[in-house]
């Protein structure tokens, strides 16, 4: 349970000057206009500029690539190794597939992790976990991106764990979340499962109004 919990912590884009280097050998790209912004997320045009300037501060050339999405993310967590974990959801944020994260994949992303419904937070969660977007979720796709954050948290997470911790917590949820037994988990079984749960329920309000 905790580890789903995690993913409804807000993801935040701050990267330091070096960075600036990397970004700039990629083309430039100026988002779409604020208005269709605004009608896209639920986001109002003050806070769509808001978010803008400070994207754009810290990525001159308007996109992301994965290698600096992965040195931004691990500045978050300097006690364990964040950069596979950022793969998983750098793909998610990029999803048209391009490669690189643009201002508008940043605030599509961030409008449903704020202020998207609960069915939106929880669909956008299960496409994380479904690394090989064939609309399900195996016990392996569940293993990896878990293995994942248990190598982020570092330190904080491995003086209690076993090594097999990971394997343990997986098997006891995805019992849970597959209801019919077939080795698969659905976007449904997911979202019904994690709406069984007041924990999961209580945590998708926290950032509802962060910005």
Known sequence: RGIILFFFTVVSLSANKADDDLEMTMVCHRPEGLDQLEAQTNFSKRELQVLYRGFKNECPSGVVNEETFKQ???????????????????????????????????????????????????????????????????????????????????????????????RQHVDAFFQKMDKNRDGVV?????????????NIMRSLQLFENVI
């Open 186 to 198: 659905t976007l449904d079984e997911f979202i019904l499962s994690c709406q069984e749960d007041e």
């Open 72 to 166: 931004i993310y691990s500045q978050f967590f300097p006690h364990g190794d964040a950069s596979t974990y950022a793969h998983y959801l750098f793909n998610a944020f990029d999803a048209a597939h391009t490669g690189s994260i643009k201002f508008e994949d940043f605030v599509t992303a961030l409008s449903i992790l704020l202020r998207g419904t609960v069915t939106e937070k929880l669909q956008w969660t299960f496409n994380l976990y479904d690394i090989n977007r064939d609309g399900y979720i195996n016990k392996e796709e569940m293993t990896d991106i878990v293995r994942a954050i248990y190598d982020m948290m570092g330190k904080y997470t491995y003086p209690v764990l076993k090594t097999d911790a990971p």
